[in-house]
């Protein structure tokens, strides 16, 4: 016998017995996301990895370990690892700058990571998100915070904890990044690997450190100090104080967590993440925030944003898990000529009906239709002889006999 072939590490089918759940999940977010007037976007899986060296930022562990890039026909390509970069070319490149703000985009669809699986981390996952472009004003992150909130209730998860953070501008982080650098000095040695990296590069990204020993240098009190010093000017933090403001009034109970610093260049001012206690470590739901320096850092004109994406495969794990729906009829009858033409009447009619194509006996078909449908569709020798059809409730026991042209009636018994 040949070989096997599996399917590759991190990755996973979405088998016929599961895919109702992501019908669920996409159809909510359409619902969901269009009343807030997001409209749906479809870029490309590929892109060239420039646009996430340049976007994401070449200091991030997406773009340093993380991508899946080939070369072809001298370009180098890559299988995107986020849907924010993709969003903001396609942006750029089709002029929406030109239509009147804001522009309200959400999406769908798989991304590419290569981590180490575990857990509620894969090498391709799915995402949901939304990104909002040419509002500054908080009003826009609060109006992206609902719509993530609210997103979760209409999929029933409530038991989930927002939190949020403010990065400041480029200016007063800077400031603030070279505090953090100077108190952090007599320690660097001491530093995880990753860290050390990060200290000249990105210092910010210390604070997200998973390491116990790095964690222990940062509750130092003169660390914490400064993590916990008001850093950001007066007009970042009008927006930030604005922005909670916002939230109180619409009764969205967050968080304040000022280690929350998020893996990817591009934030400044809010940042926020959604988290669930049933996950694990790999806990975050939901991860965004705004990003007014992306769209002029990809070619754009200056233009603020903010948006969010959520990990659609967590967001499975915490849904119960629900029956798929079953088939409206199963047709049981020995008489298959006359049975084809039922089922596609049927099917004509709107109905999802199917029958033994095999010709099995009667009781095994009867069997087979208490498995898979709502109704069993009765057609014997009298029923035909009469132009009538026999109509099984299949979890009451209930049965009609009806004319053939109504049956579709006793279909909803
Ligand atoms: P992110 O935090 O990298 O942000 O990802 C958002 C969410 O995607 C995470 O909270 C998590 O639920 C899910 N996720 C990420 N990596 C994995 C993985 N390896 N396996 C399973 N789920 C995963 C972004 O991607 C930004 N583009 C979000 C954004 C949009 N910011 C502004 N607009």
Redesign the pocket.
Known sequence: MAKIIKVLKGTKDILPQDVHMWHFLEKKANEVFSKYGFKEIRTPIIEVTELFSRGVGDTTDIVNKEMYTFEKSDRSITLRP???AGVVRSYIENGMSRLPAPVKLWYKGS?F?Y?RPQA????Q?H?V?V?MFGIKQPTADAEVILAAVNYLKALGLNDLEVEINSLGCPKCREEFKNKLKAVLKPYFNDLCEDCQNRYEKNPLRLLDCKVEDCKKIFEKSEIQEIINSDFICEECAEHYTELKLYLDKMDVKYKENKLLV???DYYNRTVF?IKSNNLGS?N??????R?DGLVGQLGGEPTPA??????M??LISLLPQQEADKLDGYIVSNFLTDTFVLAEELRGKGLNVEFDLSNKKFSKQLEKAAKVAKFAIILGEDEIAKNQVSVKNLETGEQVTVDREICTKALKL
Request: aromatic share 8%; proline share 0%; net charge neutral.
């Open positions: 986020e849907n924010t991304m990571r981590e509620g981390r894969q090498r996952f995402q998100g990104e998020r893996g990817l993440e790999q975050a739901v939901c991860g965004g925030g990003y903010v948006g969010f994406a959520m990990g495969e967590r």
